[in-house]
């Protein structure tokens, strides 16, 4: 059964900060992964989706890169604003042809706070 | 153009009642997903459409729980005689399709409070 973590669980960073944020999946048969943002009482905005076979990928002052082997994927936010405060949630999709294809596996998130 | 819109926004009810919960898609995706979200637990899977083929029911988490998909549009979510542990926020997400690189895009959630 794919589990997926995020560390840290919570951050809080003076504004300007560059921060990193991880995610691991204990099963590497992985179809892609991604990055979401939920604001409080807010659905999920998606930020950044990985296909198993690319290496990272960029959104603005946001990249997200991808070790499908290793299991380990990060979102790397640059220049932090208190605008980017929220909970950042990672989610794996399993490859086709498993009993878990087509549904997202999420992380427990991150709570970001970036303070002025 | 307009996203995934679910209601209500929030519903409460009482213990033992049936509660429908209820998604409007992205016009022209063919997937649908409902996921819940709780204290506790986090962001757990349901149940997905894909067109015509039988719906992946395998996260409902017990036989009160339903969905269905009318016109390959318009999803419901049934929980019939509900319980306090059912209280959480309910979430549907649609994409272009259930295989590829598609991405799931969800909707604000419905927030079920069960007294």
């Not at chain 1, 995610?23 to 009482?41: E, H, K, M, V």
């Not at chain 1, 929220?86 to 498993?98: D, I, N, P, S």
């Not at chain 2, 039988?54 to 019939?80: C, H, M, N, W, Y």
């Given at each position: ?33 991604q ?56 989610a794996v999709k ?9 549904k997202l596996t999420f ?10 | ?32 997903y409902?996921y ?7 962001l757990?899977f ?58 799931q ?11």
């Amino acid at each position: 059964k794919q589990e997926v973590t995020q560390i840290p669980a919570a951050l809080s960073v003076p504004e300007g900060e560059n921060l990193v944020l991880n995610c691991s999946f204990t099963d590497s048969a992985i179809y892609n992964l991604q990055w979401f943002r939920q604001d409080p009482g807010k659905g999920l905005t998606s930020l950044l989706l990985i296909q198993s076979s690319q290496r990272e990928q960029t959104s603005g002052r946001l990249n997200a890169s991808l070790d499908k082997s290793s299991g380990r994927s990060t979102l790397y936010i640059a220049a932090s604003q208190p605008g980017d405060s929220a909970t950042y949630l990672c989610a794996v999709k399993a490859e086709a042809g498993g009993t878990s294809y087509g549904k997202l596996t999420f992380g427990q998130g991150t709570i970001l706070t970036v303070h002025p | 153009g307009a996203g995934v819109s679910q209601s209500p926004s929030n519903k409460v009810t009482e213990k033992g009642k049936d509660v429908e919960l209820r998604c409007d898609p992205i016009s022209g995706h063919t997937a649908l997903y409902w996921y819940r979200q709780s204290l506790g637990q986090g962001l757990e899977f349901l149940i997905y459409f894909q067109g015509n083929s039988a719906p992946d029911k395998s996260g409902l988490p017990s036989d009160r729980f339903s969905a269905e998909r009318t016109g390959g549009s318009v999803s419901t979510l049934t929980i019939q005689r509900t319980q306090q542990e059912d209280s959480a926020v309910y979430l549907c997400a649609s994409s272009f399709l259930l295989a590829g690189a598609y991405e799931q895009y969800f909707g604000p959630g419905t927030r079920l409070t069960v007294t």
